[in-house]
């Protein structure tokens, strides 16, 4: 069976001479849900920018959807993988959140209902009510609001693979709550970097741990996650539902 992400001893290091990543491997099956945590400065940013191909392997080897990733797969990594982006500034560009939401789908060749349609749906599932919010200026939005726009941009592309850098960053009580349902009910296969291990523990099933570009853990959630001298060995606390 293919897996829709496999990285293999993967290296990257930064122009000015940060390694980054030290030999990450690892494999998502389909419709697994994968949290990826580690402290601040582990490497799970620039692991997720390396998977729809915004960054390059210095060396080790990608495939996605079952095909390695390079300049001729380029364009349908970036179809299969809907990378959402750490700080949504980086993703939103459009003048209105309308505009910035229709992007990618139109793009893909949609048009008309059918893509104002899409559009609405995207806006829903994240809980920004489509009338008051597709005419809204995306620069002018609150934190919150910009990641929760530019989380609606990438499910609008209805990529195959979801890959979330912080999603319930900077996202009110409800908001998370509403972001921890959708997670549950979408389909997708998912990796979603964080550090709201409460939203892991909820949300994923597998939990990876890397830390200074290597992965230094991987297994169920359910015990990664309540393995406190691992965890406090990486520099993470236990999620609080497990009573820190
Ligand atoms: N553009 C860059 N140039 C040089 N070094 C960088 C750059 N971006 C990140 N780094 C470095 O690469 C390492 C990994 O950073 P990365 O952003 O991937 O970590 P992270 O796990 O996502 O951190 P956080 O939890 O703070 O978001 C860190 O040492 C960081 O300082």
Redesign the pocket.
Known sequence: MIEPLVVEELHYS???G?A??RGITLALGTGENVALV????????????HLNGLLLPGRGRIEVGGKPLSASTLEFARRFVGLLF?NPEDQLFMPTVGEDVAFGPQNLGRKGEKLRECVRTALERVGLEPARFLERQSYNLSIGEKKRVALAGVLAMEPEVLVL??PSAGLDPRSRRRLIRLLTELPQTKLV?T?DLDMALETCTRTII?DR?QVVADGPSDQILADRVLLETHGLELPLSLGR
């Open positions: 930064y122009p000015d940060t980054a990543l580690g402290p601040n400065g582990s490497g799970k940013s620039t692991l997720l920018l750490q850098d912080e970097a550090h890397i570009g």
